[in-house]
Every structure is written in C-alpha cells, then in structure tokens.
C-alpha cells in the first residue's frame, strides 16, 4: 500500500486560510469517505482534526474543515494562528481492514 | 479521561524480538478497536496493525514478523515483535480507533534497532 501524497510543506500568514490536499488513488481516498486527518506539534502525539472526510472531534475548532473529490481529499485551515503551526497528517482508510497515511505536511505560520 | 500509555521500547539488534505494552484506562477497554502507528523518527506516521473482536490485520512491512494481541481483562494491548531490522525503528504510537479514526493516542515508545 503507497502512502498517501501530501505537499512537503506549506505557509500562510495569521488570518489568512491555507489548503493542504491528500492524494490517494481508487482503491483508498476514492473508495470511502473515511479520510482523517491529523495535527502534531514537535514532540507530541498526533491530534485527531477530522474525521469522516469533514466531521469534528468534540473540542476542534471549526477553523477547520475537510472535504473530498475523487481521489483527493483537502483539509482547509481558515483564520491561521501561530498555534496552528504544526505537521498535518492525512490518512485513508484502504479497505480490507487497512489504512494508509500521508507523508504529512509542515504548515509554517508566517 | 481517556488515557494510553506505551512501555517496552528499547535498543536492540537486529533480528532480535520485543514486546511493546499499551496500558488503556479510562474507557472499556473492549469494546473498541485497537491500534498500532509508528514513526520514523523526523518522518510521517505509518500504520503497522489494528485488532477488534473480529481479528486483526497488518502492514504488508511488517506481516508474518509481528502479532498484535490485546488482554480485555488487564486493559492492555500488545505487539509482539520478531526479526526486528533496522528500518523497525520508529516511536511506536497504540490508539483507540473509532468510525475509522485514531481518536486517541498514547505517547509512544521509541524502538531503535541498530548493530
């Protein structure tokens, strides 16, 4: 099973939204709506964002959101603050009770 | 408050064996299922296996090396490992998954396998 494709990294200022996209292929991303996606700060455990392509966790901001299409998913932060800096993680449930993450992205707060 | 917390990792050979420990509280313990993530120190996250009441299922990279079973009556989760390589070495991650999600996660236990 190959990773799913993420940017290396991306940047935006305070206030400003930001995009990071997911690749899969039809076998994964395309196939179920069951994408998650995850924050880690340096040294810490991952934090789970969102869950089933575009749902919330009890306590995260609706500063952020997910959506898919086709073989892509995306998760959008808006409002970026200096907290929000941190690796995202996006990760696919791949069937045959399998799951497939992303190679993640540094997101840099300017 | 839902608490995972990892032990066992350590420095070893390669081809030698461990068995990491995923003490769970706050929860019931068996009514969810369990899973196993690594990272590769200053890369991206991996999923290794994952267990329920149904069975269980690995990575292909790790398949037919490593066995992960769980203790419903001690809370605990495990995951047995064999013919460790070097590429083996990552902080190893146990979580709680629900609706196809990692809800929770422990705070991993790094395993280094080196000559």
């Known amino acids: 099973q190959s990773a799913l494709t993420q940017p290396a990294s991306v940047s935006g200022s305070p206030g400003q939204s930001i995009t990071i996209s997911c690749t899969g292929t039809s076998s994964d991303v395309g196939s179920y709506n069951l994408v998650s996606w995850y924050q880690q700060h340096p040294g810490k455990a991952p934090k789970l964002m969102i869950y089933?392509?575009?749902k919330w966790p009890s306590g995260v901001s609706n500063r952020f959101s997910g959506s898919k299409s086709g073989n892509t998913a995306s998760l959008t932060i808006s409002g970026l603050q200096a907290e929000d800096e941190a690796d995202y993680y996006c990760?696919?449930?791949?069937?045959?009770?399998?799951?497939?993450f992303g190679g993640g992205t540094k997101l840099t707060v300017l | 408050e839902v608490q995972l917390v990892e032990s066992g990792g350590g420095l070893l050979q390669p081809g030698g064996s461990l068995r990491l420990s995923c003490a769970a509280s706050g929860f019931t313990f068996s009514r969810y299922s369990m899973h196993w993530v690594r990272q590769t120190p200053g890369k991206g996250l991996v999923w290794v296996s994952r267990i329920n009441s149904d069975g269980s299922s690995y990575a292909d990279s790790v398949k037919g090396r490593f066995t992960i079973s769980r203790d419903n009556a001690k809370n605990t989760l495990y995951l047995q490992m064999n013919s460790l390589r070097a590429e083996d070495t990552a902080v190893y991650y146990c979580a709680r998954a629900e609706d196809y999600a990692f809800q929770h996660w422990g705070q991993g236990t790094l395993v280094t396998v080196s000559s």
């Open positions: 089933e392509g575009s």
């Open positions: 990760c696919s449930y791949a069937g045959s009770t399998n799951w497939v």
